[in-house]
């Protein structure tokens, strides 16, 4: 059996998170994914938050799996003639350039479906149409503008950015369902299509419950889960909301032993409904099962932090691997904070792929996150990611450049 994705050839003109992210995915599938670079430096993040010096980045190595490499400069006439011949013989064109960019090179929508109609044109930008669609776009800018910031953090605080990188692997994401999903319809139509994701789009479409608690704030005035319904006021817009759930259930973060010098220390604890009499049983206060203002979630909602601290008594007397062993015995839903260094470590994460561990002739091992979708028919192998220009002979004999074409490019520093 193949990859799922053989036989599908992308151009990938992707660099830093969001489209690379996109690219390594189908890469991962089994797309033949070429990825063009400038001579010289290439892809910035090759350089950026380097750990060794002279090597290829973790923040390159770790999103450019399984991926080819070649140089091209894109704007010299031979360049184009080159980057003409890929778009003839490739079925998808990734990008995430800076608005216009693919335009001023000369690459319009227009002139590459002249070149190949069956071509899909996949692009990450910072917004869609609108006031912001020329500006440039990074990561946090994405979720403050996505509605990510404003609903992060504490009420007393100012808003936060998330650790997740959601605006630009959400966004690569977002592309690459974009991509098959175009490729799909080709099969029918036989032609190719324009495919948007942008930024500021892929962290509202996750911030989806925020905009349900927008609407549900104008209704009723407030929003019993939220912290701030114990006491606090609601403004005009969904306020910060600490750790509380997002969904039906309420829950909080709580303090483990351990808590004052392990900042990890903590446990996400859920009150589910269901499991109430167990909670109660667990913290030793079983006539709250039956005692009208805690027996049912309703009355429960005014005094849902101080129900969380008298859990914390609790909790804090275990560690948090601990409580989450007796919470479980009990169906109680519960997650301890896991430390970047636990997960590292975590053996059912390297069993399943999820974490790799990855050779690389110049940094040696490295871990990287794996291929979080797991195909049954199309297992994953991970590759190390290309150096600069590794590829670049091969693609153009692939494309059918003869070696004294090459060395011609190359003596002009077209490639
Ligand atoms: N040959 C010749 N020129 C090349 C080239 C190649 N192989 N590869 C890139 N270039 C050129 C581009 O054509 C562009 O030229 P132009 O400005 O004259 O049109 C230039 O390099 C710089 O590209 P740009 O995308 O503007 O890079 P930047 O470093 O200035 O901006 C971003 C980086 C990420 C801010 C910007 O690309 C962007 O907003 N992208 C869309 C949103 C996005 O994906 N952001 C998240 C990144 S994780």
């Known amino acids: 059996m193949g990859k799922a994705l053989e036989g599908v050839r992308i151009l990938d003109f992707t660099h830093v998170q969001s489209g690379p992210t996109c690219t390594q995915l189908l890469a991962w599938f089994g797309a033949d994914v070429i990825k063009v670079e400038r001579a010289g430096e290439g892809d910035a993040t090759r350089g950026q938050l380097r750990d060794i010096a002279g090597v290829d980045s973790l923040y390159f190595t770790m999103l450019n799996h399984n991926k080819r490499s070649m140089t091209l400069d894109a704007k010299r006439p031979a360049g184009k003639e080159v980057l003409e011949t890929l778009i003839k013989q490739c079925d998808v064109l990734v990008e995430n350039f800076a608005p216009g960019a693919l335009d001023r090179m000369g690459f319009s929508w227009e002139r590459i479906q002249e070149l190949n109609p069956r ?59 974009g991509i098959v999903t175009a490729l799909y319809q080709r099969n029918t139509t036989g032609r190719g299509q324009k495919v948007l994701t942008s ?7 996750l911030c989806r419950v925020k905009l349900r608690d927008q609407q549900r704030l104008e209704r009723n005035g407030v929003m019993e889960e939220y912290p701030q319904f114990a006491g606090g006021q609601f403004g005009e817009s969904v306020p910060r909301a600490g750790n509380a759930f997002g969904g039906g259930q309420p829950g909080w973060i709580l303090k483990c032993k351990g808590w004052e010098n392990d900042p990890n220390a903590y446990i996400y604890f859920i009150a589910q409904a269901q499991v109430w009499p167990s909670v109660c049983k667990l913290i030793g206060r079983e006539e709250w099962i039956t005692d009208p203002e805690y027996a049912t979630p309703k009355a429960r909602l005014p005094r849902l932090m101080s129900i969380f601290a008298t859990v914390e008594e609790w909790s804090t007397t275990l560690t948090k691997f601990e409580a989450m062993d007796i919470l479980n015995k009990y169906d109680i839903p519960c997650g301890p904070i896991l430390s970047m260094k636990e997960i590292a470590e975590e053996p059912s994460l390297r069993a399943t792929g999820t974490i790799v561990e990855v050779d690389h002739p110049e940094r040696g091992p490295y871990l990287s996150v794996g291929n979080p979708i797991k195909l049954s028919d199309s297992p994953t192998e991970v590759r190390r990611s290309p150096l600069l220009g590794e590829h670049t002979d091969e693609v ?13 490019l190359r003596e002009e520093r077209v490639i």
Do not use: W
């Open 119 to 177: 071509m899909i044109v996949a692009s990450v930008k910072g917004f869609g149409p609108g006031p912001y669609e020329h500006c440039k776009v990074y990561e946090n800018v994405a979720q403050c503008t996505g509605g990510a910031a404003a609903t992060t953090g504490f009420d007393d605080g100012p808003p936060l950015v998330s650790g997740a990188q959601i605006g630009d692997s959400g966004s690569g994401l977002h592309l690459a369902l």
């Open 199 to 205: 930024m500021q789009d892929a962290v509202l479409n």
């Open 396 to 408: 153009l004999a692939d494309l059918g450049y003869s070696r004294e074409q090459i060395a011609l």
